[in-house]
Nanobody, 117 residues
Framework: QVQLVESGGGLVQAGGSLRLSCAVSGSILSLCDMGWYREAPGKQRELVALFTSSGSTKYEDYVKGRFSISRDNAKNMVYLQMNSLKAEDTAVYYC???????????WGQGTQLTVSS
């Protein structure tokens, strides 16, 4: 069983930076995809950044060049460095992992990011 716990959210001014962390209980290597989604009020949950099973990294256009995803397999951690934050980045950010055996989507409880303009 894998559990994901996010931390690092908060209130930041537009143009500022923040780093989110996701602690993975169980082996991070048991997850074929790992990344971050977000959900803003009244909107659907959307992908932010992802490590794919093929070894590549995917960023959505709205964060490309501003956000950076990284991982530390030894510490079972995934991070999201967010720079040049905008008011439209305000959302609850969720850590995501896709298990292989069995195939299952794991989600953290979410951490709130609020960017004030």
């Amino acid at each position: 069983q894998v559990q994901l716990v996010e931390s690092g959210g908060g209130l930041v001014q537009a143009g500022g930076s923040l780093r989110l962390s996701c602690a993975v209980s169980g082996s991070i290597l048991s997850l074929c995809d790992m990344g971050w989604y977000r959900e803003a009020p009244g909107k659907q949950r959307e992908l932010v950044a992802l490590f794919t099973s093929s070894g590549s990294t995917k960023y959505e256009d709205y964060v490309k060049g501003r956000f950076s995803i990284s991982r530390d397999n030894a510490k079972n951690m995934v991070y999201l460095q967010m720079n040049s934050l905008k008011a439209e980045d305000t959302a609850v950010y969720y850590c995501y992992g896709k298990g292989l055996y069995p195939v299952y989507d794991y989600w953290g409880q979410g951490t709130q990011l609020t960017v004030s303009s």
